[in-house]
């Protein structure tokens, strides 16, 4: 029944997951009236955004009114979500390396080593605009794009 539930999912839209739980309304980036509660940012790719927007249903339906979300991706991906993923930031490999190019001892990254730098690289940016706008959320959660989270859950036991 989950697998079924998983692919019926996959198709919807991110205005349609937010409309799941009546209440929830989530912020858009800059558009926050007081600093969030929790900023939930998760690293995704294009190649999976399907599976990547079924997981998200299931994290935004543990979140309040008021949380963040934020999806950090490979450029192209807000395009290749077709509004599927909730927040989309692209982050273009230049912007995460100085002069432009990921080296590690002497050689280019591998394409897992670049995608790894999402992580690092999307965390730093999105708490220095948060810092900017004024917006600077009580927690950050940075995960992966197929890692379940009970937000509600999580920060009721910290």
């Known amino acids: 029944a989950l697998s079924l539930l998983l692919l019926g999912l996959q198709a919807a839209r991110v ?41 998200q249903v299931f994290v935004l339906h543990t979140m309040s009114p008021g949380d963040r979300y934020t999806t950090l991706c490979e450029p192209g991906c807000a395009a290749a979500s077709e509004g599927r993923l909730a927040g989309v930031v692209d982050i273009a490999q230049a912007e995460s390396f100085p002069g432009g190019t990921c080296v590690r001892n002497g050689l280019n ?7 790894q730098m999402r992580f690092v690289y999307g965390f730093v940016s999105q708490v220095r605009d948060d ?16 890692t ?3 937000v509600n859950g999580w920060l009721s036991q910290v």
Do not use: M
């Not at 409309?19 to 929790?38: C, I, W, Y």
């Not at 591998?110 to 995608?115: I, N």
């Open 109 to 115: 990254c591998t394409g897992y080593q670049l995608a």
């Open 131 to 146: 810092l900017r706008s004024g917006n600077l959320a009580d927690w950050y959660l940075l995960k992966d794009d197929d």
């Open 15 to 55: 205005s349609e997951a937010v409309a799941l739980p009546a209440k929830h309304q989530l912020k858009a980036a800059g558009a926050t009236a007081s600093a969030p509660r929790v900023h939930v940012l998760t690293v995704a790719g294009r190649s999976n955004i399907s599976f990547t927007a079924s997981v």
């Open 148 to 150: 379940l989270v009970d």
